[in-house]
């Protein structure tokens, strides 16, 4: 074979794998355009979904914080609301005190003569139910609050109207939020 000859052949193949090679490289080129391309769209859409996945969770949390406060409103205003219920019970019956209820308070203290502790305005209708009950407690004239407070030597009774409707609202409290806020249950 000639020099020419060999030279061509030579340059064909040179040719043919220089062609083969930038192919090649044309294809992986393409290829890790294409590999870069798909991953920055996954990340992308990793990114997308991990931020959609941050917002809905400060969401819920912002929607259970918001939660939490608007019962924490909500329970103090029913709490309130008790307050005042229980308030105007005790009022009502501190400006309606009467014979009977002082009558009622006596039966409940010991038999032993005492100290008996009442506001001004009601010493004359304690003074008839210890007549009435046939008791020998003295009265005094100094208390603050309807009712009676009982001192003796051995023992402290306070049957004012105010520590009477406190005992009773332990008792009752329950019942009355339900009876109020929850009337059909």
């Known amino acids: 074979m000639s020099l020419e000859a060999i030279l061509t052949t030579i340059t ?3 040719t043919g794998k220089s062609e083969t090679l930038v192919s090649d490289a044309h294809t992986q080129e393409k290829n890790l355009i294409e590999g ?12 997308f979904m991990d931020l959609e996945a941050k917002t809905q969770k400060k969401v819920d949390a912002a929607k259970k914080e918001s939660t939490r406060r608007v019962q924490t409103a909500l329970s103090i205003k ?21 014979e009977s ?3 009622a308070l006596l039966r409940r203290l010991p038999q032993e003569a005492g100290d008996l502790h009442v506001r ?13 009950e046939k008791r020998t407690d003295k009265v ?9 407070v009982y001192d003796s030597a051995d023992v402290s009774v306070d049957l004012t109207i ?4 406190k005992e009773i609202r332990q008792d009752l409290e329950v019942e009355v939020a339900k009876e109020l806020f929850n009337p059909a249950a």
Request: overall charge negative; hydrophobic content about 45%.
């Open 12 to 14: 064909k193949q040179a």
């Open 36 to 47: 870069a391309l798909k991953n920055a769209r996954d990340l992308k859409l990793q990114s």
């Open 78 to 98: 029913k709490k309130e609301i008790l307050d005042a219920i229980f308030l105007q019970a005790q009022e009502k019956l501190e400006a309606e005190f009467t």
């Open 101 to 103: 209820m002082a009558s």
């Open 120 to 132: 001004t305005q009601d010493a004359a209708v304690v003074k008839q139910a210890l007549e009435k």
């Open 140 to 148: 005094y004239e100094d208390g603050t609050l309807a009712g009676i």
């Open 162 to 165: 105010a520590s009477l409707v």
